[in-house]
């Protein structure tokens, strides 16, 4: 099965976060099929803290991909910010 979800990089006590289309049994920070955007928790002034492709992300959940739970909430976080604006 294909899981949406994030695979962590960045340095320790500063994660950053690649949004990626997995097959479920690949390790976390392990092969990807495609990689969907990215989400910067830790980001201050003018760095962009999220930047995701939704036309991708609704590709793969139309051919089965389940989203983790985390990836659920940043999804819907964004689509919230970006049709408010």
């Given at each position: 099965?294909?899981?949406?979800?994030?695979?962590?990089?960045?340095?320790?006590?500063?994660p950053f976060?690649?949004?990626?289309?997995?097959?479920?049994?690949?390790?976390?920070?392990?092969?990807?099929?495609?990689?969907?955007?990215?989400?910067?928790?830790?980001?201050?002034?003018?760095?962009?803290?999220?930047?995701?492709?939704?036309?991708?992300?609704?590709?793969?959940?139309?051919?089965?991909?389940?989203?983790?739970?985390?990836?659920?909430?940043?999804?819907?976080?964004?689509?919230?910010?970006?049709?408010?604006?």
């Amino acid at each position: 099965m294909v899981t949406i979800r994030l695979s962590r990089g960045g340095a320790k006590k500063q994660p950053f976060y690649h949004i990626v289309a997995t097959d479920s049994r690949a390790r976390r920070d392990g092969r990807y099929i495609e990689r969907l955007g990215y989400y910067n928790p830790v980001a201050r002034g003018d760095a962009v803290a999220l930047n995701l492709d939704l036309e991708r992300v609704d590709y793969w959940v139309s051919v089965g991909a389940q989203m983790s739970d985390r990836v659920k909430k940043v999804v819907k976080g964004y689509r919230k910010e970006h049709a408010a604006a």
